[in-house]
């Protein structure tokens, strides 16, 4: 059986509420890029056909 999650995680307690308030628009717009560039690569590859022809 693999080790409990809190194993790797060392002595630490895990983050600090206000760590995770200061970085949270940072990860937000590290999201919103990372998906605006999935919807890109989905439209290239698999594009929509147009319903009007």
Request: charged content about 15%; some cysteine.
């Amino acid at each position: 059986m693999p080790p409990a999650p809190s194993a790797y995680a060392g002595g630490s307690q895990g983050l600090p509420p206000d760590a995770l308030l200061r970085h949270a628009t940072d990860y937000g717009t590290w999201c919103q890029t990372h998906a605006a560039k999935l919807h890109a690569l989905e439209a290239f590859f698999w594009p929509v056909p147009d319903k009007d022809k």
